[in-house]
Nanobody, 121 residues
Framework: QVQLVESGGGLVQTGGSLRISCEASGHTGDMYSMAWFRQVPGKEREFVAAVSGAGKIYFTDSLKGRFTISRETGEATVFLHMSSLGPEDTAVYYC???????????????WGRGTQVTVSS
């Protein structure tokens, strides 16, 4: 019953910024984790960032400082703010929820279909 819909992806030039969002629906409770992952063709899915049900923030070390995750209170929406973008950031960005092991290796149960982010050189 849980559904996730990502939006806000698009084309941005190197050095630019972009904000993508994820709307969740169908949850039975209001305390749950939400996370962002990204994937490029031929490569493994990569964890980006997450926020736990208690509000704790997690980032992959290589992206810390450029990306920011936030949750919109009152609505089941989470944002990923990206800055200083480069071609290496080009990927399909996926939203996920009901995640375990956020402090080690995140494992999420529900996934969205993804939104494409393309950074031009």
């Amino acid at each position: 019953q849980v559904q996730l819909v990502e939006s806000g992806g698009g084309l941005v030039q190197t050095g630019g910024s972009l904000r993508i969002s994820c709307e969740a629906s169908g949850h039975t409770g209001d305390m749950y984790s939400m996370a962002w992952f990204r994937q490029v063709p031929g490569k493994e899915r990569e964890f980006v960032a997450a926020v736990s049900g208690a509000g704790k923030i997690y980032f992959t070390d290589s992206l810390k400082g450029r990306f920011t995750i936030s949750r919109e209170t009152g609505e089941a929406t989470v944002f990923l703010h990206m800055s200083s973008l480069g071609p290496e950031d080009t990927a399909v960005y996926y939203c996920a929820t009901h995640c375990a092991s956020l402090g080690t290796e995140p494992d999420c149960h529900y996934w969205g279909r993804g939104t494409q982010v393309t950074v031009s050189s």
